[in-house]
């Protein structure tokens, strides 16, 4: 019964996750929002039930919105940063030295990042109004850094309301 519970909470998360890259899609200044916002699924999921259930919503969310959505834009995005950051940020933070891990984080969005404006722009041929440059990595490096204290904040919060409910 235990089994059939996460599978649930994992196809309600992932199906929440491709409903909001769809609002990303249809509304095209949303994009990069919404594919942060449906990372937090994958935080969700890795918060209650561990890695292999993050990365089995990660995986199933990616999927359907590849196939459902009418642009692929936020889920270039979703592949690429917003719900890979939240896989990545646990084995990350296991590390002692909290510069390298700071360092990691940042590459850890900057190159996935980089990576998905050069596949959507240069093979896929999709217009995604950035321009390449030192400006737009340096202000991806700072993203990186609020966004990581908004997951970390979330992520705390939601593990004590989880922890909470098993008493």
Not at 27 to 39: E, H, P, R
Not at 46 to 65: F, N, Q, W
Not at 71 to 99: C, D, M, Q, T, W
Not at 121 to 150: H, K, Q, S, Y
Request: glycine share 10%; with cysteine; proline share 4%.
């Amino acid at each position: 019964m235990r089994k059939t519970k996460i599978i649930a909470e994992g196809g309600m998360l992932s199906a929440l996750g491709t409903v909001l890259l769809f609002f990303g899609a249809v509304t095209d200044v949303l994009d990069l929002s919404c594919a942060v916002l449906a990372g937090f699924c994958v935080l969700f999921m890795g918060v209650r039930h561990g890695r292999i259930g993050a990365l089995a919503v990660y995986c199933t969310t990616s999927a359907l919105a590849f196939l459902l959505l009418p642009n692929k834009l936020p889920a270039l995005l979703y592949v690429f940063y917003g719900g890979l950051y939240p896989l990545l940020k646990p084995e990350i933070e296991r590390i002692r030295s909290v510069p390298l891990q700071w360092v990691l984080k940042v590459v850890a969005v900057v190159v996935p990042f980089g990576a998905g404006l050069a596949v959507t722009t240069f093979l896929m041929g999709i217009e995604t109004g950035f321009t390449f440059g030192v400006p737009l990595f340096l202000l991806i490096a700072v993203i990186a850094v609020f966004a990581d204290f908004a997951m970390s904040a979330v992520a705390f919060r939601f593990s004590h309301i989880v922890r909470g409910r098993r008493r």
